[in-house]
């Protein structure tokens, strides 16, 4: 069975682009979240979707976005984009819902902002 | 505001030589603690779950356990494939948000 998958594995933006990341779930889950995890510093929450809808969202600027298509993949955007968005941007998925905590990640999307 | 603290940050241990791993937390209406373990230029990998004061869960060399204020990894006789970074997270409300420590480096040296 396929896990999590995500692209690009690396992307090189500069000051003030945008970055477009995507994900892919596993076959039969609903939920998607999106985490950021900078250097030294644990993951953060920055998106949950789940059935298409935008359920929660982590304490960070409208400037970072997303959706999840029909097909539960997602997609997260970062617009203009600052220095201190450079990161590994991970997305996990889970059976629908709630969820359970227990949540399967993808290998991350490294963004590195010049 | 909710809290997870991880120590150490790092940790260096010989084959065998067994230890813990500190998870303390302030998280308003804890829903459960979780576990996962990070291998370089991977995702985090999911190990336990923790629900009330009092639990205990092991897989392997590991073992998890649970008080009101802080969660404990026990590694016994690890080995150099133990070695990665555990993290610990707890579910604040909903198991939607999940508020993540910085993690502890576990290297396991033959």
């Known amino acids: 069975e396929a896990g999590v998958t995500q692209s690009p594995t690396h992307l090189i933006k500069t000051r003030g682009q945008q970055a477009t990341l995507r994900c892919s779930p596993i076959s039969g889950h609903t939920s998607v979240y999106w985490y950021q995890q900078a250097l030294g510093l644990g993951l953060q929450f920055l998106l949950w979707y789940d059935e298409g809808e935008e359920r929660n969202r982590g304490n960070f600027p409208p400037r970072f976005s997303g959706r999840q298509f029909p097909n539960y993949s997602s997609e997260l955007n970062v617009n203009a984009l600052e220095l201190e968005d450079s990161a590994l941007y991970l997305c996990?998925?889970?059976?629908?819902?709630?969820?359970?905590?227990?949540?399967?990640f993808g290998e991350g999307s490294r963004l590195t902002v010049l | 505001e909710d809290q997870v603290t991880q120590s150490p940050e790092a940790l260096r241990l010989q084959e065998g030589e067994s230890s813990s791993l500190n998870c303390s937390y302030t998280?308003?209406?804890?829903?459960?603690l979780f576990w996962y373990r990070q291998d370089p230029g991977k995702g985090p990998e999911f190990l336990f779950t923790?629900?009330?004061a009092g639990e205990e869960k092991e897989k392997e060399r590991l073992k998890a356990t649970l008080t009101k204020k802080e969660s404990f990894l026990h590694i016994t006789a690890p080995k150099p494939e133990d070695s990665a970074t555990y993290l610990c997270a707890g579910a604040a409300g909903g198991y939607n948000k999940l508020i993540f420590g910085a993690g502890t480096r576990l290297a396991v040296h033959p």
């Open positions: 923790l629900y009330s």
């Open positions: 996990a998925s889970s059976l629908g819902g709630q969820g359970a905590g227990e949540l399967f």
């Open positions: 998280v308003s209406g804890l829903r459960g």
